[in-house]
C-alpha cells in the first residue's frame, strides 16, 4: 500500500454528489472560469442561509464551497442551484470539471482563454471515457494576463509564452517543474488536454494501483510514453525564471484597466459577506466577480479615483483589503472543527503565529497549517509548512507537508513552535540590520 492511498479518503464533493463534513453536506460549485455574476452571488447567498449554515469556502481551486448543509434541504437546494444555472447533468460530468482559468482572462480583449477554458470544460463533460479521471485531477490555463498562475500545480497546464503557438504544454507541477511537451494555440488546448487526459487513464489502467495524480505515473512510466500516447514529445526543461506569488488584494492594474482585489482568512466567508460582494460588483464595477485559488475575489472594471471608497466599503465587511496584513502569510484547513481527521484547532493556531509567518517571508504564504498529511488547504511547497497531530506539530522547512514522514516522532508543541519561528524571524531581523551597516 503506498503512503497515497494511506492519506486517500472521501471524494471531491460537488452539487450531485456532497461529501458529510462534521458541520454538515459540504457542497462544492465548480463555476466556471471562476466568473460569477452578482445576481448569483446573491442567490447563493440566500441558498447557504436557507439549506446550510451560512458558510463558505474559497479553495484553492478557485471553487467555491457551500458548508452545513443539510440532508432534509439538499432537494430543495439543488432545485435552486439549477435555477442559478450551476448544475450539471450528473455528477461525474460536474466532478471532472477541474479547470482553472487565469482571474483576469478575457478583461484584456483576448477571448481565447477564456474560450478555451469552456470548451475545455465542455469536452470534459461530454466524454464519458474521461469521466474516470481522479476527482482531483486539474487542468490549468495561465492567460499571462497578470497574476500569474505559475507557482499552482497542475496535472496538465497550459502557460502563456506569447506568439503565433502562445501557451507552452506542461504535465506534473508548477510551471518551473512540469514536463515541457512543446507549444500551441488556444484553439488546440481542448484536444490536446483530452489526449493527455486519455493517456493518463491509459497507461494507469494498466498498472495494479493506478496514481491518482500526473506527477505520479510520470514517475511509474516516464514522460515519454505519456507524450508518445497524446502525440506529442517531451522537450528540454523549460525555466521562466522565479516566480513570485501573486497577491491579488487592493487595486490591481494590468494595461489601462483597474481591478480591486480583497481576501478572506482561510478563504472563509459568510453569506453576508457574499452578499456585500455581489453589491459591491454592481455598484463599483460590472455586476461580476471572478473566484481566484489564492483565495480571494476581484472586481473587474473599477475606477481608479474610487479605490479608497471601495476598500472601506469591504474592510466595513470583513475583508482583507491591505496588502501587508498577516493573515495573508498564513494558511490552514478547517482542522478539528471540520474534518474528520483534524484533531487540532489549526486555524486558531495559524492566526497565534502569524506575525512570526510574516516577518519571516515578506510575500505569499509563508506558513501552512495543515489538520493532517493531506494537506487540503494548500499543495505548494510553503517556507514553514506545519501537520498537526492531537495538538502537536511536525515542522517541514521549504517543502510541502507532504514531505513530512507520517510517522515523524518529533513533535513539537505550539509554544516549541512560537518559540522556532520567534527565534528565526529575530535571527533574520540581525543579519538584515547587519547587511545594512
Known amino acids: 500500500m503506498t503512503r497515497e492511498t494511506i492519506l486517500r479518503k472521501g471524494w471531491c464533493p460537488g452539487a450531485r454528489r456532497p461529501m458529510q463534513a462534521k458541520d454538515g453536506l459540504l457542497v462544492r460549485l465548480r463555476m466556471s472560469g471562476g466568473v460569477v455574476p452578482a445576481a448569483t452571488m446573491r442567490g447563493l447567498a440566500q441558498a447557504g442561509r436557507a439549506h446550510g449554515n451560512g458558510l463558505f469556502d474559497l479553495s484553492a481551486r478557485g471553487n467555491l464551497q457551500m458548508r452545513g448543509v443539510r440532508g432534509e434541504s439538499l432537494p430543495l437546494l439543488i432545485e435552486t442551484l439549477d435555477g442559478l444555472g450551476l448544475l450539471d447533468e450528473n455528477a461525474a460530468a460536474e466532478a471532472v470539471r477541474n479547470v482553472l482559468v487565469s482571474p483576469f482572462a478575457g478583461l484584456d480583449g483576448r477571448d481565447g482563454v477564456s474560450n478555451a477554458g469552456k470548451a475545455l470544460e465542455a469536452a ?257 511547497a510553503t517556507p514553514f509548512t506545519l501537520i498537526a497531530h492531537a495538538g502537536r506539530y511536525d515542522l517541514v522547512v521549504d517543502g510541502a507537508a507532504i514531505d513530512a514522514g507520517i510517522n515523524d516522532a518529533k513533535r513539537l508543541d505550539l509554544a516549541a513552535v512560537r518559540e522556532i519561528l520567534e527565534t528565526m524571524a529575530r535571527n533574520a531581523r540581525r543579519r538584515s540590520e547587519l547587511e545594512r551597516q
Not at 488556444?186 to 498498472?207: C, E, H, K, V, Y
Not at 500516447?229 to 528540454?236: D, I, T
Open 124 to 380: 470534459l463533460a461530454a466524454n464519458k471515457d474521461l469521466h474516470a479521471l481522479p476527482g482531483k485531477f486539474g487542468f490549468l490555463i495561465d492567460a499571462g494576463s497578470g497574476l500569474s498562475l505559475g507557482l499552482v500545480p497542475s496535472d496538465v497546464r497550459f502557460d502563456w509564452t506569447g506568439g503565433k503557438q502562445s501557451f507552452a504544454i506542461g504535465i506534473g507541477g508548477h510551471a518551473n517543474e512540469a514536463i515541457f511537451l512543446g507549444l500551441c494555440g488556444a484553439d488546440d488546448i481542448p484536444n490536446i488536454a483530452s489526449r493527455l487526459a486519455r493517456a493518463f487513464l491509459q497507461l494507469g489502467s494498466q498498472m495494479a494501483e493506478p496514481p491518482r495524480r500526473m506527477r505520479g505515473l510520470i514517475e511509474s512510466c516516464g514522460a515519454g510514453a505519456i507524450a508518445g500516447l497524446a502525440g506529442l514529445r517531451p522537450g528540454p526543461p523549460r525555466k521562466s525564471g522565479a516566480i513570485e506569488e501573486p497577491c491579488p488584494v487592493g487595486l490591481l492594474r494590468f494595461n489601462e484597466r483597474y481591478c480591486f482585489g480583497v481576501g478572506a482568512a482561510f478563504g472563509r466567508l459568510d453569506a453576508n459577506m457574499l452578499d456585500a460582494a455581489a453589491w459591491a460588483a454592481e455598484i463599483f464595477g460590472t455586476g461580476e466577480i471572478r473566484l481566484t485559488p489564492w483565495r480571494a475575489l476581484i472586481v473587474p472594471f473599477v475606477h481608479a479615483e474610487k479605490a479608497d471608497a471601495i476598500r472601506a466599503y469591504f474592510a466595513a465587511h470583513r475583508f482583507i483589503v491591505d496588502r501587508g496584513d498577516a493573515r495573508l502569510a498564513i494558511a490552514a484547513c478547517g482542522g478539528a472543527s471540520a474534518c474528520e481527521r483534524g484533531t487540532t484547532d489549526t486555524r486558531s493556531d495559524a492566526l497565534a503565529l502569524m506575525f512570526f509567518a510574516r516577518s519571516l517571508c515578506m510575500t505569499g504564504v509563508a506558513l501552512h497549517v495543515s489538520g493532517c498529511a493531506k494537506i487540503c488547504a494548500r499543495q505548494a
